[in-house]
């Protein structure tokens, strides 16, 4: 594998993770379509087996999203080059929402993966700075979230958390109707600990760019598998825009053929 593209900032291995989330979400979003469109029958809200694998796939993308964000900090990478990125998925949020709306109008996305992201970038970009307090500060984003429900019990009042205008918080004890959710809290937290990975993430890199990789490793199978990854990786935003279309017109393509 070629050493990380310092000038870019990019890190083969942590590309590799991201790819790897998207790989996996696309599986599942595949289940997912293949339900909606009948061909099989499953509970993709309330089911164990898919809503811990959602919980996985949603926690490792937004681990590498802090990870990033601490990388970022280190390398000491401008503000405009973070504002640059941040708009594009600020705008691909937005556009989540407007074709949602449209798709599940009494269930769309109002702050979904992108929307949280929007936000929580901003707030690890800020705090990427923390170091080993990150990981106290995750945890507290996390329990937060699990205590919720107890506080909600004892004081009515903050009912009014579970509101579309509050919610997005997290503090919530009773999940909204959304084909997506991605509130505060706990979220924050996970992309939290990513940051705080971010400098193990640096010293293994830097690691591996110091030890030689004979050329039979770096055309071997399991290397080629890591670069492909790594590629998806690099473009995980387009690519997360783009694979729900083409799987749901591959599939209803599918379907008028065998019509």
């Not at 579309?164 to 009773?174: K, S, V, Y």
């Not at 909204?176 to 705080?196: K, N, Q």
Request: proline letters at 6%; hydrophobic letters at 55%; aromatic letters at 14%.
């Amino acid at each position: 594998m070629r050493p990380p593209d310092r000038r870019r900032g990019r890190l083969p291995g942590l590309d590799a993770m991201r790819g790897l989330a998207m790989l996996w979400m696309t599986v599942f979003h595949a289940a997912f379509d293949l339900n909606q469109l009948g061909y099989i029958r499953q509970n993709f809200y309330a089911d164990p087996f898919w809503t811990w694998q959602r919980t996985a796939i949603v926690s490792l993308f937004l681990l590498c999203a802090g990870a990033g964000q601490g990388i970022a900090v280190a390398q000491q990478q401008s503000w405009p080059r973070f504002w640059r990125r941040w708009a594009q998925v600020a705008l691909c949020a937005l556009a989540v929402t407007a074709v949602s709306w449209w798709m599940y109008p009494h269930s769309f996305i109002y702050f979904g993966v992108l929307h949280g992201m929007a936000l929580m970038l901003i707030v690890v970009r800020l705090t990427a700075h923390w170091g080993s307090y990150l990981w106290l500060a995750g945890a507290l984003a996390m329990g937060l979230h699990q205590l919720a429900p107890l506080v909600h019990s004892s004081w009515p009042a903050l009912d009014m958390l579970n509101d579309r205008a509050w919610n997005w918080l997290g503090l919530i004890n009773r999940k909204p109707i959304t084909e997506d959710y991605v509130p505060l809290l706990p979220w924050l937290g996970v992309m939290w600990w990513g940051a705080a990975m971010a400098p193990m993430v640096l010293r293994w890199s830097e690691k591996g760019e110091r030890g030689a990789v004979p050329a039979a490793r770096r055309d071997s199978q399991p290397a080629r598998v890591l670069a492909t990854l790594g590629l998806l990786g690099r473009w995980s935003l387009p690519y997360y825009m783009l694979h729900q279309p083409v799987l749901m017109g591959a599939m209803m393509a599918w379907g008028n053929l065998g019509a």
